[in-house]
Nanobody
Framework: QVQLVESGGGLVQPGGSLRLSCAAS????????MAWYRQAPGKQRELVAR???????NYADPVKGRFTISRDNAKNTVYLQMNDLKAEDTAVYYC?????????????WGQGTQVTVSS
């Protein structure tokens, strides 16, 4: 059925950049809002960025001006470009899609991809 698969995580030095991708597939009638969340060890999951179907975006204050969320509707894919990475950005990053199947809208989550920012 519906699957979201993230890629692009890894180890990067402070000030570096990474681009995360999340592709959705399987039994999809429509995709509405998509978002990136992150969860650091011992912390609860927090919203990083969100993009609506029409392209409007919202960002959490700590990443504003450094991260950019975008989507390719033809590929059912959402991206997160992360620039000027800081140690505090270290976390597992998860994508979420609000996806309609069988005329029902549900939130689907990817498995997560690790981002580590360290010297």
């Amino acid at each position: 059925q519906v699957q979201l698969v993230e890629s692009g995580g890894g180890l990067v030095q402070p000030g570096g950049s990474l681009r995360l991708s999340c592709a959705a597939s399987g039994g999809i009638n429509g995709i509405y809002a998509m978002a990136w969340y992150r969860q650091a060890p011992g912390k609860q999951r927090e919203l990083v960025a969100r993009i609506a179907s029409g392209g409007s975006t919202n960002y959490a204050d700590p990443v504003k001006g450094r991260f950019t969320i975008s989507r390719d509707n033809a590929k059912n894919t959402v991206y997160l470009q992360m620039n000027d990475l800081k140690a505090e950005d270290t976390a597992v990053y998860y994508c979420k899609g609000t996806i309609t199947t069988w005329a029902r809208s549900s939130d689907y989550w990817g498995q997560g991809t690790q981002v580590t920012v360290s010297s």
